[in-house]
């Protein structure tokens, strides 16, 4: 059980947008919520509750009194890959090369096949590994998205992975 209390301010004129996060280590999230809003506390919530619709974060929040006109988005949510970043090139878009700053990383005890990564906020998911011990190192990957992989300039990119749960933004 973790209850966080989070004051914030804004104008009129000025949206506020909450973060809510559900993440964990491993693919065994589950259970509900509830949210807190001027005193008044939220029905139960799911762990993986749609951002609108019926059963949704934003129905929860519109149930209550003391809130006025929410607005809710969910994205799955994820988790920078430590000691890890990937470069590519438009000609290579279904594999991310592994630049780990000269240092070994053992990408078998951080990916796995089927897991769900994102690069340059586009999403993938790995369909093989090749560690070399940090050198040519190689993720393969698939997506609708691969083919705009290359689109940074920024050699070097971050490479997060999908931490089994979502995350809501609400304005």
């Known amino acids: 059980n973790e209850?966080?209390?989070?004051t914030t301010s804004s104008?009129?004129?000025?949206?506020?947008?909450?973060?809510?996060?559900?993440?964990?280590?491993?693919?065994?999230?589950?259970?509900?919520?509830?949210?807190?809003?001027?005193?008044e506390t939220?029905?139960?919530?799911?762990?993986?509750?749609?951002?609108?619709?019926?059963?949704?974060?934003?129905?929860?929040l519109a149930r209550l009194s003391t809130m006025g006109t929410v607005e809710v988005s969910r994205d799955l949510s994820r988790r920078i890959v430590q000691g890890v970043s990937v470069t590519s090139t438009s000609g290579h878009a279904y594999f991310l090369a592994v630049d780990s700053a000269g240092a070994a990383v053992n990408m078998g005890s951080?990916?796995?096949?089927?897991?769900?990564?994102?690069?340059?906020?586009?999403?993938?998911?790995?369909?093989?590994?090749?560690?070399?011990a940090g050198i040519n190192?190689?993720?393969?990957?698939?997506?609708?998205?691969?083919?705009t992989l290359g689109a940074s300039n920024d050699p070097s990119v971050t490479l997060y992975k999908w931490s089994y749960g979502y995350q809501w933004d609400i304005t």
């Open 3 to 6: 209850v966080q209390v989070i």
């Open 11 to 39: 104008t009129a004129s000025l949206s506020e947008v909450q973060r809510l996060t559900i993440d964990a280590d491993a693919n065994n999230l589950g259970g509900y919520f509830t949210m807190e809003f001027n005193g």
């Open 42 to 60: 939220s029905d139960m919530i799911t762990w993986d509750a749609n951002a609108e619709g019926a059963d949704s974060v934003a129905q929860a």
């Open 110 to 132: 951080t990916l796995s096949v089927n897991d769900i990564i994102f690069v340059n906020g586009a999403q993938y998911t790995v369909t093989g590994l090749t560690n070399n």
């Open 137 to 147: 190192d190689q993720i393969d990957i698939s997506g609708s998205a691969s083919e």
